[in-house]
């Protein structure tokens, strides 16, 4: 594996002091960084050198939620409350084959790497007509393939709509299936050791398509596994309503009952917490995905990440299903983050630099993950970003975490995870994105001729 040496850069380690170097270096060999600081990088002999002038240094950005086989699906129920959504687009979710999953994980993590994403946790939980192993299997594959860290949140749902939940029931499946299916994905795939390319959570659905039996039971098997949990909760007002009638509670006590509110488990969304809520999280360390662009398409609410973090609670960033979110672009996540804030608590309730934060130390957080990346110190993984500020669209702005989080899409000089490139120079570097692109419309074109048919 060639070193690379990033020269001439500001450099934002995003360490726990804050350090930057508006002049610095980062040195990556073996896959490790063995070398940040100030000034000129030292010397090594046959790196990569890569002049950074004019550029910023971050570590990779980490998505702390998605549901990447929604890009085979966008465009549907662009008008929809959450509940409404999901009713739309189950049935079309229920076709799904692994030829479409396969292009659209393999699609959805290209973009994700365009964005500046080293790391990327995916949550799948329709599996039709007893898919299971083969679309776990097909979503690894493209993982592998574009060179992204991976994050398999293996999902579940077990409550369809003779239960009254929203999922048909064809695309349901029972509990010991469940169990049984995701314990074997565990067993298959997850490595636990240092620096690892990819790992498996335990994952049901949410509350409103999941029985308690299989929340339950998913926490027993996590914890009997070594690995993380991961659902989604407190997404809408509905979500709150449906468990004060169902479970004669709010969902946050719910999910304590069930024994899900720990450090081992992270919640997708949280809009609607209370103060009560939030100190149970924090209290608990149990991490929070904040998805600011899917909750504005949804109309869902505006998260309170500024009462979160004060709260103790680990926050990170996430896209979400690009169904519910098309531009599926983490580095706009940022700016989303902080206008979220902003609007709850006005203009002093984010900057620039805790955004950052959330996109990196904060998602290495969530996922368990912050001994290896989400900084750039040595020892730990080279998962870079490089970030060009040197064009119109962030000229003129003198600080460069400023013009990276408040201005446009910034381009990718280059963007590394365990120090191989996978974008260089603004393109992606391990897949013809013209042939994902293809493929992709394929796939959607497949399930939308079966969706009007």
Same mark, same amino acid.
């Given at each position: 594996?060639?070193?690379i ?29 063995t ?8 010397h ?20 702390t ?18 509940f ?23 699609a ?16 799948h939980?329709?599996y ?8 776990v ?11 992204l ?6 999902g579940?749902?077990?409550?369809g ?8 029931d ?6 010991d299936a469940?169990?049984a ?39 027993a ?15 809408t007002?509905?979500e709150a ?7 004669g509670?709010d969902?946050?006590?719910?999910m ?5 509110? &720990?450090?081992?488990?992270?919640? *997708?969304h949280?809009?609607? /917490?209370d103060?009560? $809520?939030? %100190?149970?999280?924090? #209290?608990a +360390? ?29 926050v990170?960033l ?8 098309e ?10 983050a902080v ?5 709850r ?7 620039a630099r805790t ?14 993950r912050?001994a290896?990346?989400g ?5 730990k ?10 064009g ?9 975490v400023? &013009?990276?989080?408040?201005?446009? *899409?910034?381009?990718?000089? /280059?963007l590394?995870? $365990?120090? %191989?490139?996978?974008v #260089?120079? +603004? ?7 013209e ?7 394929a796939?959607?074109?497949?399930l ?6």
């Amino acid at each position: 594996m060639t070193a690379i040496v990033i020269d001439n850069t500001h450099v934002a380690t995003v360490d726990a002091a804050g350090t930057e170097h508006p002049a610095g270096h980062v040195v990556v060999e073996d896959g490790v960084i063995t070398a940040v600081g100030p000034g000129p990088a030292p010397h090594v002999e046959g790196a990569r050198r890569i002049d950074g002038a004019g550029c910023l240094a971050t570590p990779g950005l980490i998505n702390t939620h998605h549901h990447l086989y929604q890009w085979a699906t966008r465009g549907y129920a662009t008008d929809h409350t959450l509940f409404e959504w999901l009713v739309d687009l189950y049935p079309t979710w229920g076709r799904l084959r692994p030829a479409h999953v396969a292009a659209a994980n393999t699609a959805g993590l290209a973009w994700l790497a365009l964005s500046g994403c080293t790391t990327a946790a995916d949550h799948h939980y329709v599996y039709p007509d007893g898919q299971a192993a083969e679309l776990v299997d097909v979503q690894i594959a493209a993982a592998a393939r574009i060179g992204l860290r991976l994050h398999l949140a293996r999902g579940s749902m077990d409550r369809g709509v003779s239960d009254g939940g929203l999922p048909p029931d064809r695309i349901v499946e029972d509990l010991d299936a469940a169990l049984a299916a995701t314990a074997d994905a565990v067993d298959r795939h997850h490595d636990p050791a240092p620096g690892s390319m990819l790992r498996i959570a335990v994952a049901p659905c949410s509350p409103f398509s999941v029985s308690t039996d299989l929340l339950r039971e998913s926490a027993a098997l996590a914890r009997d596994k070594g690995v993380r949990l991961h659902t989604h909760l407190c997404e809408t007002v509905d979500e709150a309503e449906f468990c004060a009638e169902v479970h004669g509670c709010d969902p946050v006590e719910y999910m304590d009952r069930v024994g899900w509110i &720990a450090d081992d488990a992270w919640l *997708a969304h949280a809009v609607h /917490l209370d103060d009560r $809520a939030r %100190a149970r999280l924090g #209290a608990a +360390g149990t991490g929070v995905a904040h998805c600011p662009s899917s909750n504005a398409r949804l109309g869902t609410g505006l998260a309170d990440v500024p009462g979160m973090l004060a709260a103790g609670i680990p926050v990170g960033l996430g896209v979400d299903g690009a169904a519910s979110q098309e531009a599926g672009h983490l580095g706009e996540e940022l700016r989303q983050a902080v206008y979220t804030a902003r609007q709850r608590h006005g203009p002093h309730a984010m900057d620039a630099r805790t955004a950052l934060r959330l996109a990196t130390a904060g998602g290495a957080r969530v996922l368990g993950r912050d001994a290896e990346i989400g900084s750039l110190e040595v020892g730990k993984q080279g998962d870079i970003a490089l970030w060009d500020l040197t064009g119109l669209g962030h000229a003129g702005i003198a600080d460069p975490v400023t &013009a990276f989080v408040l201005g446009p *899409a910034a381009p990718l000089r /280059l963007l590394a995870v $365990a120090g %191989a490139a996978v974008v #260089a120079d +603004g393109e992606l570097r391990t897949a013809d994105t013209e042939t994902l692109a293809k493929d992709l419309a394929a796939a959607s074109a497949d399930l939308r001729e079966a969706r009007d048919a």
